[in-house]
């Protein structure tokens, strides 16, 4: 089992709202991902990190930006919340040998009303 | 680019094989990979297969992968109910990213 959390796991806030989706691993990994999965199940990297101060849009363009101060922690933030931001969001990392091994948490559910 | 296709859906009687199967384009990955989504939770990695072999085999699950047609296979032998989930592929590529595929229901009946 990975050691990889997320919180919180459901939230509901109104438009316009400022929001933060912790996400925490304690396997020492490197590499940390932030990926947006639609209600059709495909997956979206809109960031990524290959260790400390180190930050990279992914392939999905988000209004969302993240940071990494300690190898262990990599927030997501929302400055406003909006509708169209409604989705999952799922945190990953992986160590910076060998396969790209990518360890899931559980995911955090968002509505934006 | 790259890109990785999945048929969407599949239905399997329990005590079956279920082979899901996957392409993808980009001839330069490493290493190839399934994952597992259960209903409210974030993806489990099954297995993953280095691009160099032809087949891996693992407890009730059996990688096979024809680098030639960048076709990737996974067969799970005596499907269970508790295999019902959403299977994804994936393939590494450019800085170390995964790219997956769109994911397949797996629907397990009794």
């Known amino acids: 089992e990975a050691d990889i959390y997320q919180t919180p796991r459901y939230l509901v806030i109104g438009t316009g709202k400022k929001i933060t989706l912790e996400c925490s691993q304690t396997m020492g990994h490197d590499k940390m991902y932030w990926y947006q999965q639609d209600p059709g199940m495909e997956l979206h990297l809109i960031h990524y990190?290959?260790?400390?101060?180190?930050?990279e849009k992914g392939d999905l363009s988000s209004e969302s930006t993240v940071s990494r101060i300690r190898t262990e922690h990599f927030p997501l933030t929302l400055e406003s919340a909006r509708p169209s931001h409604t989705s999952q969001y799922l945190c990953a990392s992986s160590p910076s040998r060998g396969a790209e091994t990518q360890y899931f948490g559980p995911g955090t559910r968002l509505l934006v009303l | 680019g790259e890109d990785v296709e999945q048929s969407l859906f599949l239905s399997v009687r329990e005590g079956d094989s279920s082979v899901i199967n996957c392409t993808y384009t980009d001839s330069s990955s490493t290493y190839l990979y399934w994952y597992k989504q259960e209903p409210g939770a974030g993806l489990q990695l099954l297995t993953y297969?280095?691009?160099?072999?032809d087949m891996k085999q693992d407890q009730r699950l059996t990688v096979l992968l024809n680098k030639k047609d960048k076709h990737l296979s996974l067969r799970i032998a005596d499907t269970q109910t508790g295999d019902s989930a959403i299977y994804f592929c994936?393939?590494?590529?450019?800085?170390?990213?995964?790219?997956f595929g769109k994911g397949i229901t797996l629907s397990v009946r009794p």
């Open positions: 990190s290959y260790g400390v101060n180190s930050t």
């Open positions: 297969i280095f691009s160099n072999m």
């Open positions: 994936a393939e590494d590529g450019a800085n170390s990213k995964l790219t």
